[in-house]
């Protein structure tokens, strides 16, 4: 009876042990390898244990059927060659931003798996925010796309305060952070805290040009307008 | 030294039943936020096999004076908005009414889930508003959702913008038409007369699957 209780025992802790060696191996999850075009990220050094998502402005013409495939029928044309766009690749994540041909309304174009098979790819969804006095007042959540890992992938805009330069979303094992480019708000995305009622929360902080921290809040975005 | 006047039994009746008039009226309307808002509840919706546009449109009209809220689509039937003057685009102040796409998605019967174009009856008080933003819908986008030519648009198809979505209540001899939509904060949930149908900015969508 004594050596049954022994082996029990024994059993139980390395069963704990194994736990814990589980744990401490989730808690130490290394940071994705590869951005969602396949490219190696940069690590913000500020921010240890980050991934360094790629961004860039260009002209829309220079986008060509990528820009245009973000909407259906002809409704791209209203936006001219001129149209200045900002490209940004991330982790699960790719979206277009830019604003309207009257300047009141910012876009996102929102890139990812699609469940229905309608639209053309890389695009699942899209927003509209209209600007009052440069600025958005909802930060136009999409949950209309998935992740490669079948994830409902949320998208938000967040407006950056003045002298952020850096925005860095929570994701669990890592930080993502998003270079402040052109004036525009950043299009951040999330596979954390989405929900399917059309809610998803985000963690962000915002970091001025030397990655000193200025601002953490939760961004608690809906599905609206 | 001086005495106050003496107050009759009845008159002392009358100024304490006036106190507490009072003091329910101060506070009725904070009693009917949150009577509304306990009342928002997150059951599952009930599949239907049925949808027809007349039941659409008394649907979506039930609404009108309801109120509107941003993200929205939690309303009771009492024809008054018991969560006026929201801030503009705050989804948490947990107020009445919904907003123009969810008003949409409520109304047209359908599911979270974009690839499911079954009919999905949301009681009001059903608080959803539903995955669409309106360029989601402009787009025809979702299994129930599709793209319409706007001069065949008619009853309870819809006029969608970059920002914003109504449904047609009946087309108007004017040119225009009867649109019932949630506007905004201060104009509310109603039916207006609108010329969506001759604006560029505006293109037509409609929902699969009316049986009558």
Not at chain 1, 177 to 200: C, F, K, N, S
Not at chain 2, 117 to 126: I, P, Q
Not at chain 2, 182 to 198: L, P, Q, V
Request: net charge negative.
């Amino acid at each position: 009876m004594d050596g049954l209780r022994f082996v029990c025992s024994r059993a139980a802790a390395v069963g704990a042990a194994l736990a814990l060696v589980l744990a401490s191996g989730c808690s130490h999850e290394k940071p994705p390898k590869r951005l969602a075009d396949g490219a190696l990220p940069g690590e913000f050094r500020p921010v240890r244990g980050s991934v360094l998502t790629q961004a860039r402005t260009m002209r829309r013409t220079t986008l060509g059927p990528r820009f245009s495939s973000c909407f259906s029928g002809d409704d791209a044309e209203r936006f001219s060659g001129d149209t200045l766009v900002l490209e940004r690749i991330g982790v699960d994540s790719q979206s277009l931003t830019f604003i309207g041909p009257r300047g009141d309304t910012v876009y996102g174009c929102d890139g990812g798996a699609e469940p229905t098979g309608e639209r053309a790819e890389p695009w699942c969804g899209s927003a509209a925010g209209r600007l009052f006095d440069g600025r958005l007042l909802d930060p136009r959540l999409d949950v209309l796309c998935l992740a490669p890992d079948g994830l409902p992938l949320a998208y938000a805009f967040v407006e950056p305060i003045s002298s952020a330069r850096w925005i860095g979303v929570d994701q669990g094992s890592y930080t993502e952070i998003y270079e402040v480019l052109a004036g525009l708000p950043v299009r951040v995305a999330t596979t954390r805290h989405v929900q399917r009622e059309g809610r998803a929360t985000f963690v962000v902080t915002q970091y001025d040009r030397e990655g000193q921290e200025l601002t953490k809040q939760t961004l608690e975005a809906a599905v609206a307008g | 030294m001086r005495t106050l006047p003496k107050i009759p039994f009845g008159a002392r009746v009358f100024m304490a039943a006036f106190g507490v008039a009072l003091s329910l009226a101060l506070t009725s309307g904070a009693q009917a936020y949150h009577n509304f808002w306990a009342g928002c509840g997150y059951e599952a919706p009930t599949f239907m096999t049925t949808m027809t546009r007349d039941a659409a449109q008394s649907y979506a009209y039930a609404a009108s004076y309801e109120g509107y809220h941003w993200g929205g689509g939690c309303w009771n039937y009492d024809d008054a908005d018991s969560y006026p003057y929201e801030g503009p685009g705050d989804v948490s102040s947990h107020g009445e009414g919904a907003d123009c796409s969810g008003l949409t998605f409520k109304t047209w019967r359908e599911s979270q889930d974009v690839a499911k174009d079954g009919r999905y009856y949301w009681r009001a008080l059903r608080n959803v508003h539903g995955p669409y933003g309106t360029l989601a819908f402009k787009a025809g986008y979702g299994a129930p959702n599709h793209v319409v030519n706007k001069s065949t648009a008619g009853v309870m198809d819809a006029f969608s913008s970059d920002t914003h979505i109504g449904m047609v209540f009946f087309r108007s001899l004017y040119g225009g038409d009867q649109v019932i939509e949630a506007k905004c904060e201060a104009c509310g949930t109603n039916i207006f007369y609108e010329t969506y149908r001759s604006n560029s900015a505006y293109g037509g969508v409609g929902r699969w699957g009316w049986t009558g």
